[in-house]
Every structure is written in structure tokens, then in C-alpha cells.
């Protein structure tokens, strides 16, 4: 019995060899009829005996292209045409499109081989790619995703490269980015001042320059990396004296996994992501001799190491180098450089030559940065190759643009029953961040064809996203507090929508009362929250400036502990700050720039600087890194904490006093940075374990979820997570955004559509 079915398949299924997939398939099985490209996805019509056209459905659901991703396959029976032969149309547009792009990804095997085959028409080319692999996004302008609507436009096909294009059969069909010597971009080699060097190959060129210890920028997907011999001291310094980046590590690309064992350890399932086609920067633990220059990740135990994933990358690692650093190219705290005139303008004095191509990055995209917590993928930065990849909702609402924070700021829009995240843009602090953020937002919108109903914002007053929201025009409007969408943020990428236990853990956010809260536990869905319980409030001597000096916060928490006996102590923290302890004390009795916070951060900010390991901070987030980081030999103590339940407002306030006078000991005593770190590692986890205890007992909730900066601590993720569920709860952890303020724009995002439901 013959049929005809119409098929509108939505997901990844555009650049990534769908329609080539599907042409052979019906080939294959004796259907006929065609496919095509929307705005989306694939549409089908196939007609044929039903056993054919069952035969071909459960391939397409079980055995797609390997970048594909579908989401749903809507299927319908219509009338039988009768045609004989099955075709590729071309494609169309539609109004309600809901766009699933492809992120950039990784050079594949073939292409690899073909790459370093002296009888192949592309050795050595470096720009080659195919349909699943190369530059996706980054290179988008507008959908439906096509040649025309790239930055590739400019680049005419040959004969040959013409002929594979149009061919359903051939690995390049219809691969947007394909070029070869004859007809597509080209490396150049330009020193300083922007004059190019002539070479004959500009990699081998390049080569030779890293080996004399010269910095290189190097123009990849999604914007320039500086680079330099990771082996070598002498210019790891030199790099980072240019950059200005004192002490933050840089992440290293290295040849092969097979290099990359030698240096870290690695586990399968971190082989299996380091790997992966995603690329991403991995934080792995350093194995002893290692052979990496010191100064790459200076007073930490991990490395952020990344495989090569352009033609260039293995051009460059494929003989002569073990390893190069490999960091985003700008000033520190700046945006990274993706235009060749904006490489040779911004990084001045920084870079000594550019290698650059003329295929234009339309979307600048950093490298994502990952590592595994409590057994899985826990993201720091979502960025290239994550990418536009959508993340689903529960439930269908209005359109809504979420601004994000102030720092590691995203944005994100939400479409239908999915939100789309942007790729990091960074801390809002300088003119070019600004400028990438409205970038970011008119790009998303234009390719997504959405028209936001509602905007929803920090209630800080003073972020720069939340200025920019507040001067749209907007006729729905959604301020939401900073933790509140942080721990949503972590409900919505797991698919539920509580009751739950928020535990949110982070440096700074704005607060209902004023205060700067960062120690919050909630009881909340998308609709409300109620703040249950926090850390007791504690001065910031010098406003902003102890969120970069540990030792004020040091102070802080030693005056509120010890009051007038503070003098009488005989600590090497005290001594060296002799002259600031006083002007402090003053400060905090009169209120003088003092602002209050309850934030977890600042109390890691002051152990930090208790336990001798940090007083003052280089980048943000240095000292709790390196309090983590001093803990070698775990144990199980902890220290005494209070918990005081209050009548009116939230339940419990948590005090440290107690904590911090058995701290002072420990020092006295003389006790090492790892056992007081471990021992407060131990106690902030038993914090969490207690108070969501207390919360279960008043509310029955058994659901808790951790959110916020402060649980990029692998020690203290893997820790609390573990207490909880000894307790019976069902913990969830960020696997698919950042727990850091990159995911504040999805928690934003449902906050404010739940506001105004449908």
C-alpha cells in the first residue's frame, strides 16, 4: 500500500548534512518525493510502499547526522502525487520560525586526514571543513542558513569546489564555509604595526616565531588568542607583563589526549569531554612533571587545557610543540578581539606579530570553560561550541528578553517552549563590553525573529544591563532579585518548577532590604521566594574595595568577633595592617562607607586572608580559588557556627563568631593552610546540610537547588551535595548553564514569563 507523508522536523537540523542524509536515505529505500530547508528545520514529503516509509522514519529518528540534534519530528499523511524521483528543494522562509543552529564545532576525522594528505587538493589548507564539522555560528548573519547569509559570502567557488557543494552525495554538500587554495580565506602573517610578512607558509612562519619565545595573536572562530610556548617561563611572563594579568591561569592547548595525559590527570569521562566535538577548556588536576611553565597557573592544582579544534590549531601543535598557551586575546577584564583591524588597534603593544584571516567573524565567541563536579559537567563559561544551543522550558509563554548581571554577563531570550542563551559576554565595565552586549541582543533577535513582550532585569540599580533594560520602552517589565534568578535559573535547565529549597552562594547581589545578600536560602518555585535564612550580616569596610582586599573583610570578621579584645591580638594579619585596623574599627562603628553584606564570598575572602594565603586580590575570585586550592589533606572536622531562629523575617541567621575565634587558634597554634581551609570547607557544607534540614522539618521539601559562584568550589559542591543526599534530598546542580552569574539570564527569563502567564 502506498503512502505520502509530510514531516516538519525542528532541532539542529540545518548545516549539518540533514538534507544529504535524507536524500540518500530515500535512495536507499525506494521512496520518492523531497526535502527542503525552513526557518524551522527540515521539511519532508516522501511517498512510497508504508514498510519503505517505516524503514526510512526509524532511521531518521535513531541514526541522524552526527552534529544533529532533532527535537520533534511532526508527521501528518497527505495525497499521493506520484512523483518518481526524490529531490533536494530549495529553501523557503516562514514567518513563525523557531531556529535551531548548529554551534561551531571541531574539525573532523575526515577532514583531519585529508588535512595532512600530501595527494589531497586541501593538504595543508586551513581553513577546511565540511558539512560536519567547522564554523557555524559565529560565521551567521540570518537564517535559513545559507552561503549568502554568512561572512563566506564573499568568497566565489570554484569549478571544483562548485561541483561538490551541489553534489547530495558528497561529504561538502552544501557545507556554507567549504573553500580550498583556489577560491576560499587565507592566512597572513602580519607583524606589529600591521605590515604583512611574506611567507611562503605563514604556520611554518609562526612555528619559528613561538620557538624564539615571541607572542603571537592567532585568529581563530571566534576571536584572536594570544599565544605563546607553554614550556617556556621566560615567555609566559612576557605575556602576562602585557596583558596586565598578574596571576589568573592561563589555559594551554596541547597536541594530542595522549600529551594531555602526560600533564593532567584525567579520568573517562574527562577524556570522553576533552574529546568531545565541543573543544571546550577543561580544568583538569596537574600530574607531577608535568614540563608546563610554572607560571601558567601559578598556587593552583588544576591546568585548563583544551585540544586543538581548528585546521590551524593542528598546523601549528602538530610537530613541534607540546603545548601552547592559549588565552583570549585582550586586556584583562576586556572583551576578546575577533575583527584584524581591532586585533592590530587593541593589542598594541601586547601581541608581537598576528597571524589573521580574511573570513570575518560576524559573533565573537571565547572558548567554553568546564570541569566535572559531583560526577558531572559542571560549565564556568558557555560559549563556543554551546552556542545557540537551546535549552528547553516546562512550559509555553510570552517572549521575553533577560538582560543578565554585571559580571559574566549573558543574555537570553526565550521562543515557544525554549530559552536561547547568548555566548558569554563578560563584565559589563568597559565601552567594548557595552558594545558587544547590544550587539549580542540585535543579533539573537534578528535570527531568531523574535519580538520580546517583556524585559526582566537585575534590581541592581547600577548594572549596566539594568540601565539598558529600564530605558526600552517596554510595557512589561520584570525586576528580579540577583539569587532568586539564580536558583530558578538551575530549576528551569533541569525541567521542573518546585516547591524547592534555594541555596544560593555567591560574592555580591542586590538585596529587598538594601543589603548586599550572597548566602541566601529560599523556599521558592518560578512565582515567589521567601528569603528562609543567611549568613548574619557583616560590614565591607571600604565599600567595593574589600570585594578585591581579602584582609578588610579579614578585619571585619575579627572585630565583630573579638570587639575591644582585638588589639590584644598577636596576629600576623593585625601587624601588617597595623595602621588600617583602627581607621577600620571607625568606619564600622560610624557606618562610613560600610555597606552590609551577608555575602558567602566575602566570609571565603576573609579566611582566605586568615589563613595566611591571600590578602589582597589580583582578579576576581583569587582568594577563595587559592583557599580551595591549599587543601591537600582532607579530613572531616569542623568548626562551631550558631544558628539563630528568629520570630520575624527569615527563620535562621547563621553566625561564625565561633568559627572564626577557633580559626584564630588554628593560626596561633600554628596549623597549616590546608587543615584550616578543609575544616572550613567542612563547615560551610554542614551549614547547607543543617539549614536545609531545618527547611524540610517547617516545609516538607525535599527538593534542593545549589546555585551561585561560590559553588564553583569543587571541594564544596562535592561535599554539600554529598551531606544532602546522606539527609534524603534530591539535590540539582548546574550541568547545562554556568552556576556563576552566566546563568542568571535563564533563572530571569522564566521569573519574568511566569509573571505574566499566558
Given at each position: 500500500?502506498?503512502?505520502?507523508?509530510?514531516?516538519?522536523?525542528?532541532?539542529?537540523?540545518?548545516?549539518?548534512?540533514?538534507?544529504?542524509?535524507?536524500?540518500?536515505?530515500?535512495?536507499?529505500?525506494?521512496?520518492?518525493?523531497?526535502?527542503?530547508?525552513?526557518?524551522?528545520?527540515?521539511?519532508?514529503?516522501?511517498?512510497?510502499?508504508?514498510?519503505?516509509?517505516?524503514?526510512?522514519?526509524?532511521?531518521?529518528?535513531?541514526?541522524?547526522?552526527?552534529?544533529?540534534?532533532?527535537?520533534?519530528?511532526?508527521?501528518?499523511?497527505?495525497?499521493?502525487?506520484?512523483?518518481?524521483?526524490?529531490?533536494?528543494?530549495?529553501?523557503?522562509?516562514?514567518?513563525?520560525?523557531?531556529?535551531?543552529?548548529?554551534?561551531?564545532?571541531?574539525?573532523?576525522?575526515?577532514?583531519?586526514?585529508?588535512?595532512?594528505?600530501?595527494?589531497?587538493?586541501?593538504?595543508?589548507?586551513?581553513?577546511?571543513?565540511?558539512?560536519?564539522?567547522?564554523?557555524r555560528f559565529t560565521i551567521i548573519k540570518d537564517i535559513p542558513y545559507d552561503r549568502d547569509k554568512t561572512t563566506m559570502q564573499s568568497f566565489t567557488l570554484c569549478p571544483e569546489c562548485e561541483q561538490e557543494y551541489h553534489d547530495p552525495l558528497n561529504r561538502r554538500f552544501h557545507?556554507?564555509?567549504?573553500?580550498?587554495?583556489?577560491?576560499?580565506?587565507?592566512?597572513?602573517?602580519?607583524?606589529?604595526?600591521?605590515?604583512?610578512?611574506?611567507?611562503?607558509?605563514?604556520?611554518?612562519?609562526?612555528?619559528?616565531?613561538?620557538?624564539?619565545?615571541?607572542?603571537?595573536?592567532?585568529?581563530?572562530?571566534?576571536?584572536?588568542?594570544?599565544?605563546?610556548?607553554?614550556?617556556?617561563?621566560?615567555?609566559?611572563?612576557?605575556?602576562?607583563?602585557?596583558?596586565?594579568?598578574?596571576?589568573?591561569?592561563?589555559?594551554?592547548?596541547?597536541?594530542?589526549?595522549?600529551?594531555?595525559?602526560?600533564?593532567?590527570?584525567?579520568?573517562?569521562?574527562?577524556?570522553?569531554?576533552?574529546?568531545?566535538?565541543?573543544?571546550?577548556?577543561?580544568?583538569?588536576?596537574?600530574?607531577?612533571?608535568?614540563?608546563?611553565?610554572?607560571?601558567?597557573?601559578?598556587?593552583?592544582?588544576?591546568?585548563?587545557?583544551?585540544?586543538?579544534?581548528?585546521?590551524?590549531?593542528?598546523?601549528?601543535?602538530?610537530?613541534?610543540?607540546?603545548?601552547?598557551?592559549?588565552?583570549?586575546?585582550?586586556?584583562?577584564?576586556?572583551?576578546?578581539?575577533?575583527?584584524?583591524?581591532?586585533?592590530?588597534?587593541?593589542?598594541?603593544?601586547?601581541?608581537?606579530?598576528?597571524?589573521?584571516?580574511?573570513?570575518?567573524?560576524?559573533?565573537?565567541?571565547?572558548?567554553?570553560?568546564?570541569?566535572?563536579?559531583a560526577g558531572k559537567l559542571s560549565i564556568l563559561r558557555r560559549s563556543r561550541g554551546m552556542v545557540p544551543l537551546s535549552l528547553p522550558l516546562i512550559e509555553d509563554g510570552l517572549e521575553v528578553l533577560a538582560c543578565g548581571a554585571e559580571l559574566k554577563n549573558t543574555i537570553c531570550?526565550?521562543?515557544?517552549?525554549?530559552?536561547?542563551?547568548?555566548?558569554?559576554?563578560?563584565?559589563?565595565?568597559?565601552?567594548?563590553?557595552?558594545?558587544?552586549?547590544?550587539?549580542?541582543?540585535?543579533?539573537?533577535?534578528?535570527?531568531?525573529?523574535?519580538?520580546?513582550?517583556?524585559?526582566?532585569?537585575?534590581?541592581?540599580?547600577?548594572?549596566?544591563?539594568?540601565?539598558?533594560?529600564?530605558?526600552?520602552?517596554?510595557?512589561?517589565?520584570?525586576?528580579?532579585?540577583?539569587?532568586?534568578?539564580?536558583?530558578?535559573?538551575?530549576?528551569?535547565?533541569?525541567?521542573?518548577?518546585?516547591?524547592?529549597?534555594?541555596?544560593?552562594?555567591?560574592?555580591?547581589?542586590?538585596?529587598?532590604?538594601?543589603?548586599?545578600?550572597?548566602?541566601?536560602?529560599?523556599?521558592?518555585?518560578?512565582?515567589?521566594?521567601?528569603?528562609?535564612?543567611?549568613?548574619?550580616?557583616?560590614p565591607m569596610p571600604g565599600g567595593d574595595a574589600a570585594a578585591k582586599e581579602p584582609y578588610r573583610m579579614a578585619i571585619s570578621y575579627l572585630y565583630r568577633t573579638f570587639k575591644e579584645k582585638l588589639s590584644g591580638l598577636n596576629l600576623p594579619l593585625l601587624q601588617k595592617y597595623?595602621?588600617?585596623?583602627?581607621?577600620?574599627?571607625?568606619?564600622?562603628?560610624?557606618?562610613?562607607?560600610?555597606?552590609?553584606?551577608?555575602?558567602?564570598?566575602?566570609?571565603?575572602?576573609?579566611?582566605?586572608?586568615?589563613?595566611?594565603?591571600?590578602?589582597?586580590?589580583?582578579?576576581?575570585?583569587?582568594?577563595?580559588?587559592?583557599?580551595?586550592?591549599?587543601?591537600?589533606?582532607?579530613?572531616?572536622?569542623?568548626?562551631?557556627?550558631?544558628?539563630?531562629?528568629?520570630?520575624?523575617?527569615?527563620?535562621?541567621?547563621?553566625?561564625?563568631?565561633?568559627?572564626?575565634?577557633?580559626?584564630?587558634?588554628?593560626?596561633?597554634?600554628?596549623?597549616?593552610?590546608?587543615?584550616?581551609?578543609?575544616?572550613?570547607?567542612?563547615?560551610?557544607?554542614?551549614?547547607?546540610?543543617?539549614?536545609?534540614?531545618?527547611?524540610?522539618?517547617?516545609?516538607?521539601?525535599?527538593?534542593?537547588?545549589?546555585?551561585?559562584?561560590?559553588?564553583?568550589?569543587?571541594?564544596?559542591?562535592?561535599?554539600?551535595?554529598?551531606?544532602?543526599?546522606?539527609?534524603?534530598?534530591?539535590?540539582?546542580?548546574?550541568?547545562?548553564?554556568?552556576?556563576?552569574?552566566?546563568?542568571?539570564?535563564?533563572?530571569?527569563?522564566?521569573?519574568?514569563?511566569?509573571?505574566?502567564?499566558?
Amino acid at each position: 500500500m502506498l503512502k505520502r507523508l509530510n514531516l516538519q522536523i525542528e532541532g539542529i537540523v540545518q548545516g549539518v548534512g540533514f538534507r544529504p542524509f535524507i536524500f540518500s536515505l530515500a535512495r536507499e529505500h525506494g521512496v520518492s518525493g523531497w526535502v527542503l530547508n525552513s526557518s524551522r528545520g527540515v521539511e519532508i514529503e516522501i511517498e512510497g510502499a508504508e514498510e519503505a516509509l517505516n524503514n526510512f522514519l526509524s532511521q531518521v529518528k535513531n541514526n541522524p547526522p552526527p552534529l544533529s540534534r532533532i527535537l520533534s519530528i511532526l508527521q501528518k499523511e497527505i495525497p499521493l502525487i506520484g512523483d518518481k524521483t526524490f529531490a533536494i528543494h530549495e529553501s523557503k522562509s516562514l514567518a513563525d520560525r523557531v531556529p535551531f543552529i548548529s554551534p561551531d564545532t571541531d574539525v573532523c576525522d575526515d577532514c583531519l586526514r585529508e588535512l595532512f594528505d600530501p595527494a589531497d587538493r586541501r593538504y595543508r589548507y586551513p581553513f577546511i571543513n565540511c558539512t560536519n564539522c567547522g564554523p557555524r555560528f559565529t560565521i551567521i548573519k540570518d537564517i535559513p542558513y545559507d552561503r549568502d547569509k554568512t561572512t563566506m559570502q564573499s568568497f566565489t567557488l570554484c569549478p571544483e569546489c562548485e561541483q561538490e557543494y551541489h553534489d547530495p552525495l558528497n561529504r561538502r554538500f552544501h557545507a556554507q564555509p567549504i573553500g580550498c587554495w583556489q577560491c576560499g580565506p587565507r592566512l597572513m602573517l602580519l607583524n606589529e604595526r600591521g605590515g604583512e610578512i611574506k611567507a611562503a607558509d605563514p604556520v611554518q612562519e609562526t612555528i619559528a616565531l613561538l620557538l624564539q619565545g615571541s607572542i603571537l595573536a592567532v585568529k581563530g572562530l571566534g576571536g584572536f588568542h594570544l599565544a605563546v610556548d607553554a614550556t617556556s617561563e621566560e615567555a609566559v611572563l612576557r605575556l602576562r607583563s602585557r596583558k596586565l594579568r598578574e596571576e589568573k591561569p592561563f589555559a594551554i592547548m596541547v597536541r594530542d589526549i595522549e600529551r594531555a595525559r602526560q600533564v593532567c590527570l584525567i579520568s573517562p569521562q574527562e577524556e570522553e569531554i576533552l574529546t568531545s566535538k565541543l573543544k571546550p577548556i577543561l580544568l583538569l588536576k596537574k600530574r607531577p612533571g608535568h614540563g608546563i611553565a610554572e607560571s601558567v597557573a601559578p598556587r593552583n592544582q588544576f591546568f585548563g587545557i583544551m585540544l586543538p579544534y581548528t585546521p590551524v590549531h593542528h598546523l601549528l601543535l602538530k610537530s613541534r610543540f607540546d603545548a601552547l598557551v592559549m588565552t583570549s586575546a585582550n586586556i584583562t577584564d576586556e572583551p576578546i578581539t575577533k575583527d584584524n583591524q581591532e586585533s592590530l588597534e587593541r593589542l598594541q603593544g601586547i601581541a608581537d606579530y598576528f597571524l589573521m584571516h580574511n573570513r570575518d567573524i560576524h559573533v565573537r565567541a571565547d572558548d567554553s570553560i568546564v570541569r566535572t563536579a559531583a560526577g558531572k559537567l559542571s560549565i564556568l563559561r558557555r560559549s563556543r561550541g554551546m552556542v545557540p544551543l537551546s535549552l528547553p522550558l516546562i512550559e509555553d509563554g510570552l517572549e521575553v528578553l533577560a538582560c543578565g548581571a554585571e559580571l559574566k554577563n549573558t543574555i537570553c531570550f526565550t521562543k515557544g517552549k525554549v530559552a536561547f542563551l547568548s555566548q558569554y559576554i563578560g563584565d559589563m565595565e568597559s565601552v567594548a563590553a557595552d558594545r558587544i552586549f547590544l550587539e549580542s541582543i540585535e543579533h539573537l533577535k534578528n535570527i531568531l525573529q523574535v519580538a520580546p513582550e517583556v524585559i526582566a532585569y537585575d534590581l541592581h540599580p547600577d548594572y549596566r544591563a539594568t540601565r539598558y533594560a529600564l530605558e526600552q520602552s517596554y510595557s512589561r517589565a520584570v525586576g528580579v532579585q540577583h539569587h532568586f534568578a539564580h536558583v530558578a535559573g538551575c530549576l528551569a535547565e533541569h525541567g521542573v518548577d518546585g516547591p524547592a529549597i534555594g541555596v544560593a552562594f555567591d560574592g555580591t547581589g542586590y538585596g529587598d532590604d538594601g543589603a548586599i545578600w550572597g548566602s541566601e536560602f529560599f523556599t521558592f518555585d518560578y512565582s515567589h521566594y521567601k528569603r528562609r535564612a543567611h549568613f548574619a550580616y557583616v560590614p565591607m569596610p571600604g565599600g567595593d574595595a574589600a570585594a578585591k582586599e581579602p584582609y578588610r573583610m579579614a578585619i571585619s570578621y575579627l572585630y565583630r568577633t573579638f570587639k575591644e579584645k582585638l588589639s590584644g591580638l598577636n596576629l600576623p594579619l593585625l601587624q601588617k595592617y597595623s595602621d588600617r585596623v583602627q581607621p577600620f574599627m571607625t568606619m564600622i562603628d560610624r557606618g562610613i562607607n560600610s555597606p552590609l553584606t551577608s555575602s558567602c564570598g566575602r566570609l571565603f575572602d576573609a579566611v582566605s586572608s586568615l589563613a595566611g594565603l591571600r590578602d589582597v586580590m589580583t582578579f576576581e575570585g583569587q582568594a577563595p580559588m587559592e583557599l580551595e586550592m591549599a587543601i591537600d589533606e582532607p579530613h572531616d572536622l569542623v568548626y562551631t557556627y550558631q544558628v539563630a531562629a528568629q520570630a520575624a523575617g527569615p527563620d535562621f541567621i547563621i553566625s561564625f563568631e565561633p568559627m572564626i575565634a577557633a580559626i584564630i587558634d588554628d593560626v596561633l597554634q600554628g596549623k597549616t593552610a590546608s587543615y584550616i581551609s578543609c575544616r572550613f570547607h567542612n563547615t560551610v557544607a554542614q551549614v547547607i546540610a543543617d539549614i536545609c534540614g531545618r527547611l524540610r522539618v517547617k516545609e516538607g521539601i525535599k527538593l534542593v537547588a545549589l546555585s551561585g559562584g561560590v559553588f564553583q568550589n569543587l571541594y564544596l559542591l562535592t561535599r554539600s551535595v554529598d551531606l544532602l543526599r546522606s539527609k534524603g534530598f534530591t539535590v540539582l546542580t548546574h550541568e547545562q548553564v554556568p552556576t556563576n552569574d552566566g546563568g542568571i539570564s535563564l533563572g530571569q527569563a522564566v521569573i519574568a514569563r511566569r509573571a505574566y502567564k499566558i
